[in-house]
């Protein structure tokens, strides 16, 4: 495959981190580098779509005489029987702003990333790229701070701190005073201080009695002559209901009736 990145760095700038193992080693994205292997080794996960791989294996970079760089690496699957091999070319040239990352190379591989679609491994492989010039680019333009910063910092020691000079206390402030005011001394005598008072305890009875009002809703008075309510309320007494007039006398005349009834049917009776 073939591949280019533009990245905003000079070429020199990139050579020097890519003659540089320790530092190639973390261009890398992703690797996880093992304790006491060689500059480039250790874990790399690879994402390809919704799948991921994850390899152990190493790299070696060296400098040929016509000013590219050869790659070349192998690696395992870390959980399986896969393995890949690969040999990449490098080259740097110089572009407006930059400079230009050429990648050529090729690979073979066997195990899971086999069984891939082509394109997924293919797009992986190219963000892997993008990535790793990036970080390469990144790195270059750390050191190259970390280089200014360092010089800045020597001169600026070099310089002489300036003379200041005997410093002079600001004078305080004079307190404000009474007697400096144009309002008379007899202001703030005691009378004024007692009619003070009065006003107070004439606004906290009037607040308070506001306030009982608001929480009980009547007055003290209407409060002690009220009568109990709830379970101590009094119980009233039976009201007794008289019939109206003409229902009193109703029940006497109807009695009156059935008994002359009676009596003038036992006087016909005897009459017979």
Known sequence: MEHEVFVPVPAERLREVLD???RVARAVPGLQQDAGAEPV????????????????GAVRVSRRDDGTYAVEGEAEESRGSGSV???LRIALSGAEGGCTVKYDGTASADGRIKDLPAEAVEGAVTRLLNRFAEHLAAAATGDADDTNDGGAGVRAEEQPAPDSGPTEEPPAPERASAFGSDRPSSSYGRADEDDDDDEDDEEDIAEAAHARRTM?????????????RGRYAPVPAPQTVTP??????AAPAAALALASAIVAVRVLRRRR
């Not at 080794?41 to 152990?56: D, F």
């Open 41 to 56: 080794a250790g874990r790399l996960k690879i994402r390809v779509g919704s799948h991921s791989v994850t390899y152990r």
């Open 244 to 249: 109206p007039a003409p229902l009193r006398w």
């Open 85 to 87: 091999e690969f040999t």
């Open 216 to 228: 009980i809703g009547r007055s003290a008075e209407e409060v002690d002559h009220a009568p109990p």
């Open 20 to 22: 540089d193992p320790a």
